[in-house]
T-cell receptor, first 115, second 113 residues
Framework: DQQVKQNSPSLSVQEGRISILNCDYT??????FLWYKKYPAEGPTFLISISSIKDKNEDGRFTVFLNKSAKHLSLHIVPSQPGDSAVYFC??????????????FGTGTRLTIIP | EPEVTQTPSHQVTQMGQEVILRCVPISNHLYFYWYRQILGQKVEFLVSFYNNEISEKSEIFDDQFSVERPDGSNFTLKIRSTKLEDSAMYFC???????????FGQGTRLTVV
């Protein structure tokens, strides 16, 4: 049961250009969405999040867009830098589960920035 | 910057042996989690822990698994009798409260031989 889907397993982008990573979800109870970056043999590192009451959140080079009607979110990285090369996971949680903010992760997208 | 720390970074154990994975969550966080990632697969939820009890556990978290917060700082995951399929990266995470981000540790790579 894939409640969070990342349909692109990999993405290559030229340095300096925009990287767009996509994520779809099926569970309408999800109301908090996060993007994590992960290097091999390390834990996921939080990047940016968005609550369902917003449709956009920006933090420096990173912007997350949420389209609730389409159950879709995307992460934009601009400009892309070589250090951005990593696996990016989309994750979601439901605040209705107060006391259990478990995250449901997508399968990840491996982003490679080409110098 | 506060961080979640996990020990050991790598554990090799024989099938059938017990292992304990240790975590020190961020000190003022209230919610604690274990996740795992089998090589090449997605990060999967195992168990959540709040107010000194399990809030939810996944199907993976069967009777062979247990968690404990023995002293107010450590958070442990015990696997009583390891199986080959328990080989994975195990991540501990902690969360301050509702609507905040979870912070993950660096993980423990468990190899069952």
């Amino acid at each position: 049961d894939q409640q969070v889907k990342q349909n692109s397993p990999s993405l290559s982008v030229q340095e300096g250009r925009i990287s767009i990573l996509n994520c779809d979800y099926t569970n309408s109870m999800f109301d908090y969405f996060l993007w994590y970056k992960k290097y091999p043999a390390e834990g996921p590192t939080f990047l940016i999040s968005i609550s369902s009451i917003k449709d956009k959140n920006e933090d420096g080079r990173f912007t997350v867009f949420l389209n609730k009607s389409a159950k879709h979110l995307s992460l934009h990285i601009v400009p892309s830098q070589p250090g951005d090369s990593a696996v990016y996971f989309c994750a979601a949680s439901a605040s209705v589960n107060f006391g259990n903010e478990k995250l449901t992760f997508g399968t990840g997208t491996r982003l490679t920035i080409i110098p | 910057e506060p961080e979640v720390t996990q020990t050991p970074s790598h554990q090799v154990t024989q099938m059938g042996q017990e292992v304990i994975l240790r975590c020190v969550p961020i000190s003022n966080h209230l919610y604690f989690y274990w996740y795992r990632q089998i090589l090449g697969q997605k990060v999967e939820f195992l168990v959540s822990f709040y107010n000194n009890e399990i809030s939810e556990k996944s199907e993976i978290f069967d009777d062979q698994f247990s968690v404990e917060r023995p002293d107010g700082s450590n958070f442990t995951l015990k696997i009583r009798s390891t199986k080959l399929e328990d080989s994975a990266m195990y991540f501990c995470a902690s969360l301050l409260g509702t609507g905040t981000e979870a912070f993950f540790g660096q993980g423990t790579r468990l190899t069952v031989v």
